[in-house]
């Protein structure tokens, strides 16, 4: 059963760090694109960042310079770590793995096949 597990959100005041961590079982997904995605309250899913099996890297322009995307695939672990952040950068963020294209940072949310249940980051201003 292919499984994506997230983790490390939390209440951060404006300007302070979060590292959210992304566990994935079930595939190997070092072989996979692991993409970052958002939803606030009221608001669509967002692209957020994206790392290809190959390590390239993409992000939105919104947290460009605050937000890095890794993966370790000994762990079969992605990351996101969030630094500076914003109180708009309230959401709940999405860990998902696109299996189809892994030579691709894609940005787009139908091109994800494997997705986990979210984890709350919430910034005070």
């Known amino acids: 059963q292919v499984q994506l597990v997230e983790s490390g959100g939390g209440l951060v005041q404006a300007g302070g760090s979060l590292r959210l961590s992304c566990a994935a079982s079930?595939?190997?997904?070092?072989?996979?694109?692991m993409g970052w995605f958002r939803q606030a309250p009221g608001k669509e899913r967002e692209f957020v960042a994206a790392?290809?099996?190959?390590?390239?890297?993409t992000y939105v322009d919104s947290v460009k310079g605050r937000f890095t995307i890794s993966r370790d695939n000994a762990k079969g672990t992605v990351y996101l770590q969030m630094n500076s952040l914003k109180p708009e950068d309230t959401a709940v963020y999405y860990c998902?793995?696109?299996?189809?294209?892994?030579?691709?940072?894609?940005?787009?949310?139908?091109?994800?096949?494997?997705w986990g249940q979210g984890t709350q980051v919430t910034v005070s201003s």
């Open positions: 998902a793995a696109d299996t189809a294209t892994p030579w691709v940072a894609g940005t787009t949310a139908e091109g994800y096949d494997y």
């Open positions: 079930g595939r190997t997904f070092s072989l996979d694109t």
């Open positions: 790392i290809s099996w190959g390590g390239s890297s």
